[in-house]
């Protein structure tokens, strides 16, 4: 099982940016890909961008986050990281990383088993 810890988030301007980081450790060798989600107050929570964590590189993004959100990783660091470029107030959210196995190298068929304790992110108009 792996432990993973975010942080990075915080509170910012519409229009800004904040870049989170997801350090991985323990139990990682049985993961081949990670994820961020988000859940606000009084909704689902939501899968916001995956990537493939064994080396194609693979990545997915929800459709809302495309151009502004971008999902990478460090292999050698056991860290994927989530720039938010052009935040806006409905991007506030607790942000949380998982990691699990995807098959064939797909990012967005990640079946998610280890989560983290989440960070905040708070966008302001």
């Known amino acids: 099982q792996a432990q993973l810890v975010e942080s990075g988030g915080g509170s910012v301007q519409a229009g800004g940016s904040l870049r989170l980081s997801c350090a991985a450790s323990?139990?990682?060798?049985?993961?081949?890909?990670m994820g961020w989600f988000r859940q606000a107050p009084g909704k689902e929570r939501e899968r916001v961008a995956a990537?493939?964590?064994?080396?194609?590189?693979?990545?997915y993004y929800k459709e809302s986050v495309k151009g502004r959100f971008t999902i990478s990783q460090d292999r050698a660091e056991n860290t994927v990281y989530l720039q938010m470029n052009s935040l806006k107030p409905e991007d506030t959210a607790m942000y949380y990383c998982a990691a699990g196995r995807a098959p064939f190298q797909m990012a967005a068929a990640c079946k998610y088993r280890d989560w983290g304790q989440g960070t905040q992110v708070t966008v302001s108009s």
């Open positions: 323990g139990g990682t060798r049985s993961s081949n890909c």
């Open positions: 990537i493939d964590t064994g080396g194609s590189g693979n990545t």
